[in-house]
């Protein structure tokens, strides 16, 4: 399996959250809230005989931009 499919697979699970949207990679204009899978490291071999490769993925979810005041009182 490649690493892009693995971060599709990962996008189409977070995917089965109500209301999230998903990216396999970084979109140019993120709609909010969306889950973006990247890939944050890969270490090779290991396992004797070079038997496992692990992949370390982030996921970071960007939401929209919540006021900071309150409006106020009418």
Do not use: C, H
Request: net charge negative.
């Amino acid at each position: 399996m490649s690493i892009s499919q693995i971060r599709t697979a990962l996008a189409t699970n977070l995917a089965t959250i109500p209301g999230l949207r998903t990216a396999a990679e970084i979109p140019d204009l993120p709609n909010p809230p969306i889950a973006v899978v990247s890939l944050d490291s890969v270490n090779y071999d290991q396992t004797f005989a070079k038997g496992m490769t692990s992949y370390t993925f982030t996921i970071t979810v960007i939401v929209g931009r919540s006021a900071e005041e309150k409006p106020s009182a009418s």
